[in-house]
């Protein structure tokens, strides 16, 4: 699997929630939503002088104002849905003072 092919199952995995997501940024953002970004490449399987596999690695957040978001839930589900290798750790959970959000963080590889 191509790592843009990856990256559109990423894409495509977290879109299926009732919440706006957006890939790295976006300026006008409405809570809830979710933001994701690839940060770089994570590890590879080198063979015969070539990269035969390459992972990539990057962060998942979701800003919500909902206690027990069950969305957290749905992404964690997704997250575990993937038939290629994907790995994935809760990060962190944060409640933002300045924004009133809760703010959950994932790191992935894909």
């Known amino acids: ?11 495509s995995a ?4 009732e919440v706006n997501v957006y890939h790295y940024w976006h300026s006008k953002m ?6 994701w970004a690839e940060d ?5 399987l080198h063979a015969n002088n070539r990269k035969g596999e390459q992972s990539i690695g ?3 957040d979701y800003y919500t104002k909902t206690e027990f978001d069950p969305v957290v ?4 589900t997704a997250l575990n849905s993937f038939d290629f290798a994907f790995g ?6 944060i409640y933002e003072e300045e924004t009133n959000l809760i703010h959950w963080s994932w790191d992935f590889v894909i």
């Open 1 to 11: 699997m191509t790592l843009q092919n990856k990256l559109t199952a990423l894409a």
């Open 14 to 17: 977290l879109g299926a929630f």
């Open 30 to 35: 409405q809570a809830p939503f979710i933001v």
């Open 40 to 44: 770089g490449e994570d590890r590879a």
């Open 58 to 60: 990057g962060t998942i």
């Open 73 to 76: 839930d749905d992404i964690q």
């Open 88 to 93: 994935w750790k809760l990060n962190s959970v």
